[in-house]
């Protein structure tokens, strides 16, 4: 039976999500809370390294209102916390004890935690905690010799390596070798409702429930629950809502485990919720990450070979992403350019820093940046400007779908679609490229210190291996779509809503999504790595067309004609032919047999690939060395959007932080390893004073062929390629190739870059 | 993010509240006005004060009127009261231009004049201001008041010649004259964040040449100044790119610029060089 042509796919219809947020009436993790809860506070190491003698705990204990004080040894039975990805097995001594034992190895690490009847009091208490530690000299370069970590690790705990071709031979044939030195700076996703997590266990029902889940409930359902000894049939994660994932939210963290282990112990609720000094040392960080790439090219500056070695500032231990942030990297190098032979080698290095994790666009923020640096140094190197030199390089049509050889997230990585050299086309004739290259020589002339640049990526998305969604009809009519997917604020609910009605026949209005909740479906992969819309969506396209025809087939019954004659037109059964009689579905789920849900599972062993340019022009202030962005445009081409402006938003939102990573975000530590950004004052932000408006293209040029809509994801294209296009800019702003090396690019680097002029 | 405990007290008139302030600043008891800079400290715990003595109800302390020959703003009143003109000099469009440059709306609203100068931060617009302009603070306690120069009245980061049972009770901010020009500049990394260099010039021009000139610079050294170096650069000379240009860099060369992690003292030097620059171009337009 064919299905009724799309009337909300594809439009920008308004977020179903908004109204309980803007009447403020959010549930966010802070909002969570029981009678008779307890508080957790989290005392914190205060040293980078050093070894942990004793923890005195007697004055806090003696204050009013406090329960107790926990130490690694009243949770030394509960394990490290485990890998969620790219788990490589000499990864495992790495990982993080929920409550330091024996070492402290960066400043904020939970030693111990206080459990009291309110906030204040735990805050209280925990100031009055004191610990002996011995302190040790803490690591904090990421490159050069490989050492002891302390008495028990290596600072390199593994090499990622990846390779293709024969790289060697490329080398030696090459016309000439382009070789750069670069790095990009430490920083993070900071949502702006910082962690919490709410645990209560309800006695009667033997239910533990943990509220302020995020990202991917059900994983850490499963994990949270082996590492206290319950099972997953005892215990629940419930998203409510959620102010910002960005990659770095949801994960299991030491205090999650924490809050859940003391509800059981004490049988009391246990609320636990970060201030914003604990979310910027204590929350992953990313992306600091230091390059040496070489580039074997012929003499039109066609890459033969790329040879990459990189180092991974991973902080103190490995956390739940593991490997994952350097493997991407390392995977995803090579980017929208035919790279005949590639060769790479990650050495994942350990420092008395806050450990990492993925963040928006993990490992490709990095690459991409290098990858595109790397590309105007070759145009530079051959003598032709940054857009043809992209040209030369980037794979055809033709050659689709594309396998690269290698590996990441357990898939074999083949672009699937794609038609990178019209895109780029497209995206500088928003930006009107030749009058505006012509524009800013006008203004070079006259002195003006302004530039364009321009940069490509490929992204990746909608990683499986399956997903599956249920779909139930109320005796109201109303329907529920139940997924495994979790909403961050991304407009979860409203895409899938879209897609459903179009399968059902349904205004997009009368669906009710479900997510974030293990009480409710008993698996779910959750929200990450751009994959919800792609593999929710069609999983929700699956069982939303097998409802309908079950719907039709017992309509057909009760209304004694044949389901092929009917159709569902506005939530209401109706014949194709306009006559006879016609029924809500209201009434058909009122009616025996009464059970109208569907179930049905995408399985998908490829992620798809977007892709897309961006373009920058920038004005540098020679004086000060501040850089303003005067034009920015994205190119992004997603295979189909659902829901345009949703996926603008996304966009946008993406720019914004890959802006931060470019300009202004940045962990400083000094030399003691004492974290200098700890508040919003130091770590700065961009505001909406510092976004630059952007015109957004997105184009479905190259559908997916691995799913019938033809979906790939859109969460992290605004992101992935700005540090890259600003560097381009700039240098083209001073007519420098290769003058911007590092990010981020504050003013005081840039103005020594100008001095150098 | 909590504080530490602390107690509250609100007078309503001066005398209690200097009475409050004379028994409790011993024991660790501080004034809370806008509360835009104390709040903060305190739920970082940097602060602890055990007690709070709330100037926001007495009376008498929303003063904002002129003699004649000086502004005077009491210890109530806000950032946000200089978002339009409040005297009929030219001293109201320097305050109504300055103060767009402090922080955001929603602190402006809160956040006091006198409440800046008293936590002086070197690169406080107001400390700036009245450090160039010459400001009198009026600081009262039971045992009297004090007038103190501005000059005499900022003493390192954070730091002032306030005692610790004083209030600010008021400024007295001199007029400028009719004829006078002034110009205004800072370089922060983001709008509204604290200046990492301002100045602030006002002169007059007496037959087409530059007389009575002040030259501030704040966020550059421990508390903002007037530097001699650069105002004897411009006395004398034709407003114009060349005194200006001599007096940026007389200013560069007389400041001992403060260090952090993220501004070295060359760079600060740079930015002193160009705020001044564009104060005085900002002076002409
Ligand atoms: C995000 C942010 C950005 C900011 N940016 C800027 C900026 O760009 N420029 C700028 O100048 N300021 C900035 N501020 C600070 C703001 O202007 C404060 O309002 C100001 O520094 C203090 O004034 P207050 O009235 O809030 O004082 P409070 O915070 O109440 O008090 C500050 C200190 O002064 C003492 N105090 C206050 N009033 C008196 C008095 N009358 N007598 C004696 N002691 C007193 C208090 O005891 C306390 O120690 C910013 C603040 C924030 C939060």
Redesign the interface.
């Known amino acids: 039976m064919s299905n009724p042509k799309p009337k909300f796919v594809g439009r920008s219809v308004a977020r179903l999500e908004d109204r309980p947020l803007l009447l403020g009436q959010g549930r966010f993790a802070a909002d969570v809370s029981f009678s008779g809860q307890w508080h957790m506070r989290v005392v914190r190491s205060p040293v980078a390294h050093g070894k942990l003698q004793g923890i005195d705990a007697a004055a806090a204990l003696a204050l009013p209102g406090v329960h107790a004080v926990w130490t690694h040894q009243d949770v030394a039975h509960i394990p490290p916390i485990p890998f969620r990805l790219t788990g490589l097995v000499e990864l495992e001594p790495y990982r993080q004890p929920i409550l330091a034992k024996d070492y402290v190895r960066y400043v904020g690490e939970p030693v111990a935690v206080v459990f009291a009847t309110d906030?204040?009091i735990a805050?209280?208490a925990a100031?009055l905690i004191e610990l002996d530690i011995e302190p040790l000299a803490p690591v904090l370069a990421a490159s050069g010799a490989t050492g002891p970590f302390d008495a028990e690790r290596a600072t390199e705990p593994s090499i990622i390596r990846k390779s293709y071709g024969d790289v060697d031979a490329a080398f030696k044939a090459a016309h000439a070798v382009v070789a750069l030195a670069l790095s990009t700076g430490r920083h993070s996703g900071v949502p702006m409702e910082t962690r919490g997590a709410v645990a209560h266990y309800d006695e009667a029902r033997d239910i533990l429930e943990m509220h302020g889940a995020a990202k991917v409930p059900w994983w850490n359902r499963d994990h949270i629950a082996r590492m206290i000894g319950r099972t997953r049939t005892n215990m629940h994660l419930l998203e409510g809502h959620v102010g910002g994932g960005f990659g770095i939210r949801g994960e299991i963290y030491p205090e999650d485990v924490l809050v859940c282990a003391a509800a059981l112990a004490f049988g009391k609720p246990i609320k636990w919720v970060e201030?914003?000094?604990e979310h910027l040392i204590a929350a992953n960080h990313s992306r600091q990450q230091q390059h040496r790439i070489r580039a074997a090219i012929d003499a039109e500056g066609r890459i033969l070979a790329i040879d990459d070695e990189f180092f991974h500032d991973n902080g103190a231990y490995m956390r739940t992403h593991a490997a994952t942030v350097p493997d991407l990297a390392a995977a995803m190098l090579p980017g929208p350019y035919r790279v005949p032979a590639y060769r790479v080698a990650g050495h994942i290095r350990l420092t008395n820093k806050t450990p990492c994790g993925t963040y928006r666009a993990p490992g490709r923020y990095e690459s991409t940046f290098v990858r595109e640096r790397l590309l105007d140094a070759v145009a530079a190197k051959v003598g032709v400007d940054g857009v043809e030199i992209r040209r030369r390089n980037l794979i055809a049509t033709s050659e689709m779908p594309y396998d690269l050889h290698l590996e990441t997230l357990g898939t074999h990585i083949v672009y699937d679609s794609g038609d990178y050299a019209l895109l780029l086309d497209k995206t500088l004739a928003c930006a009107g490229w030749p009058a505006l290259q012509a524009d800013l020589k006008k203004r070079r002339a006259a002195g003006e210190k302004v530039g364009a640049g321009v940069a490509m990526f490929v992204e990746k998305s909608g990683l499986g291996p399956s997903d599956t969604v249920r779909v139930e009809i109320r005796k109201d009519g109303k329907v529920e779509v139940i997924t495994g997917v979790a909403s961050i604020g991304q407009g979860v609910e409203t895409a899938m809503a879209q897609i459903a009605a179009d399968a059902l026949g349904v205004d997009y209005t009368a669906i009710d999504v479900v997510h974030g909740r293990t009480d409710r479906i008993d698996q779910g992969a959750g929200a990450f790595a751009s994959r919800v819309t792609v593999m929710c969506g069609e999983a929700t396209r699956l069982a939303s067309t097998k409802l309908r025809d079950k719907v039709l087939r017992l309509a057909a019954e009760l209304m004694q004609t044949d389901a092929s004659a009917l159709d569902i037109v506005n939530g209401e059964i109706v014949s194709r032919d306009s006559t006879g009689p016609s029924m809500t579905l209201a009434e058909l789920a009122q009616a025996p047999p009464g059970d109208l849900s569907a179930e049905d599972t995408f399985l998908s062993s490829h992620m798809v690939y977007p892709y897309g340019v961006h373009v920058a022009a920038v004005k540098i202030d020679s004086?000060?060395?501040?850089v303003a962005i005067e034009r920015y445009v994205i190119g992004y081409d997603i295979g189909k959007a659902v829901n345009p402006r949703l996926v603008e938003s996304q966009i946008a939102g993406g720019l914004a932080q890959g802006l931060g990573g470019a300009l202004?975000e940045e962990f400083?530590y000094?030399d003691h390893g004492e974290p200098?950004s700890v508040?919003f004052?130091d770590y700065?932000m961009?505001?909406s004073?510092?976004v630059p408006d952007i015109s957004i293209l997105i184009t479905e040029d190259a559908p997916s062929p691995l799913n019938p809509m033809g979906l790939k994801g859109a969460g992290e294209g605004g992101a992935n390629p700005v540090g890259a296009a600003i560097a381009s800019a700039i240098d083209d702003a001073l007519q420098r190739p290769g003058a911007i090396t590092d990010l981020p690019i504050?003013?005081?680097r840039m103005?020594?870059i100008c001095r150098q002029n | 993010?909590?504080?530490?405990?602390f107690v509250r007290h609100v007078p309503r008139t001066l005398q209690q509240a200097l009475a409050m302030l004379s028994q409790l600043a011993g024991q660790d008891g501080r004034i809370l006005a806008g509360g835009q800079s104390l709040v903060p400290i305190m739920a970082?715990?940097l602060a602890k004060p055990a007690h709070l003595i709330d100037i926001n109800e007495v009376e008498g302390l929303d003063r904002l009127d002129s003699d004649g020959k000086a502004l005077t703003i009491g210890a109530r009143v806000r950032h946000a009261a200089f978002h339009g003109p409040v005297v009929d000099n030219p001293l109201a469009a320097l305050l109504t231009y300055v103060a767009r440059h402090i922080a955001h709306y929603p602190i402006r609203m809160r956040g006091t004049f006198c409440g800046s100068l008293a936590h002086a931060d070197p690169a406080s617009e107001w400390c700036l201001t009245t450090a160039t302009l010459g400001a009198t603070m009026i600081a009262r306690s039971t045992r009297g008041t004090r007038e103190i120069a501005a000059k005499d009245f900022f003493d390192g980061i954070m730091s002032t010649a306030l005692a610790e049972d004083e209030l600010l009770a008021e400024v007295r901010l001199p007029l400028l004259a009719a004829d006078a020009k002034f110009g205004f500049n800072e370089?922060s990394?983001?709008?509204?964040?604290?200046a990492m260099a301002s100045s602030l010039v006002a002169y007059r021009v007496v037959d087409s040449k530059i007389a009575e000139a002040r030259v501030g610079v704040g966020g550059a050294e421990p508390s903002p100044r007037r530097i001699a170096e650069a105002e004897a650069a411009l006395n004398g000379q034709p407003p114009g790119d060349a005194a200006f240009r001599a007096a940026a860099l007389a200013a560069s060369d007389a400041v001992d610029p403060l260090e952090d992690?993220?501004?070295?003292a060359e760079?600060r030097r740079?930015?002193v060089r160009?705020v001044v620059r564009r104060a005085l171009e900002h002076s002409l337009q």
């Open positions: 906030p204040y805050e209280d100031d201030d914003r000094r004086d000060t060395g501040a202004l400083v000094d200098l508040t004052a700065l961009p505001t004073r510092e504050t003013p005081q103005k020594a | 993010m909590k504080p530490a405990p970082f715990r370089f990394r983001r709008a509204g964040d604290f992690h993220q501004t070295n760079y740079d930015l160009v």
